[in-house]
């Protein structure tokens, strides 16, 4: 049973063009995903395809200028506003992208134990460090002190020791090396396997697949294929979405090929199938409206032609 789950959601920003006129950003559009206990899902896709804006959305931190429709719920219940400001940091914890994240005037060490919610906070954050390969003496220092390997290491360790029942880690190892990427994403798979539910936003599919249950693949803006982790294989045949076959095929441990064209600005988006401009199996059908997504063998597809 999902623990989270967003519907039919769409965000728009409120911009000013010269003249002072106002228009709307269509940035995220009838976007579906669904996290559940015990399970990580990885979200995957192209700079600019709504992964971190869908964390944001989730954790209540959009700006003022956002305009968003569709459901977000927690537990069976809608999140609100002020739900979203309670469970922040607590019951839903963010690993983010940035790690400016981090209190410039307070130890890591303390920032971390600030964050545990059982167990002596002094133990909880050492056994952590050490577990992410943190010396012990990295307890002691402020962030500008650190590496930026050191820092991301840090941003992780706040979400372990913090209890929470989901885990939205955005983008989360870049900078680090092999032997401790690999810690961290089995960090992330002990986390589900004790009942987390874990959204993990990356670019790397490789890693991805190596701890995922299911991948949610993104495109401007909107979710095109939730598949489960076994059909990334071969030549993609299991797969069910054009550009979802096309991605798989562009990796260079597979065929290497271009995906011709370029995704599409959030100001100039096409009418129907957002994928349709570059798509070999578009026909005029595509271009009436954007598909729904359905159930397609064990997975989710937004495509009339996926079979």
């Known amino acids: 049973m999902s623990i989270l789950e967003v519907n039919d959601l769409s965000i728009s920003f409120n911009q000013y063009t010269s003249g002072l006129k ?5 940035v995220i559009s009838n976007l579906n995903i669904a996290l559940e206990k015990g399970k990580i899902t990885a979200v995957v896709g192209a700079s600019g395809s709504g992964k971190s804006l869908l964390a944001n959305a989730i954790l209540g931190i959009l700006p003022n200028n956002a305009n968003v429709s569709g ?7 809608v999140l609100t506003q ?3 400001s309670s469970l922040r940091g607590s019951e ?3 690993i983010p992208q940035s790690v400016n994240y981090l209190d410039p005037l307070m130890r890591v060490g303390n920032q971390v134990r600030t964050s545990v919610k059982a167990g002596d906070p002094v133990g909880e954050q050492q056994k952590v460090f050490e577990r992410l390969h943190l010396n012990k003496n990295v307890e002691k220092m402020y962030p500008f002190q650190l590496s930026g390997g050191m820092a991301r290491r840090t941003l992780l360790s706040t979400a372990i020791v913090s209890g929470a029942k989901v885990i939205i ?3 989360p190892t870049p900078g680090l090396d092999p032997i401790v990427i690999k810690e961290a994403l089995e960090s992330f798979r002990e986390l ?3 009942g987390c539910a874990v959204m993990l936003i990356t670019h790397d599919i490789g890693s991805a697949l190596t701890i995922a249950d299911e991948i949610a693949v993104f495109y401007a803006g909107t979710t095109v294929e939730i598949a489960p982790v076994d059909n990334f294989s071969g030549d993609g045949e299991a797969l069910r979405h054009p550009y979802t076959r096309a991605l798989w095929r562009a990796l260079p441990q597979n ?3 271009p995906i011709p064209g370029s995704q599409p600005h959030p100001g100039e988006l096409p009418p129907g199938c957002l994928f349709a401009p570059r798509c070999p199996l578009a026909t005029p059908e595509c271009d009436k409206g954007q598909p729904e997504m359905r159930n397609l063998r064990d997975g989710k597809v937004r495509c009339i032609h996926a079979d």
């Open 192 to 194: 589900a396997d004790s």
């Open 255 to 257: 065929d290497f090929i």
């Open 82 to 84: 002020a739900r979203q």
């Open 169 to 171: 880690a955005d983008e």
């Open 71 to 77: 459901t977000i719920s927690y537990e069976g219940e």
């Open 92 to 94: 839903i914890a963010l």
């Open 22 to 26: 106002q228009r709307k950003l269509n």
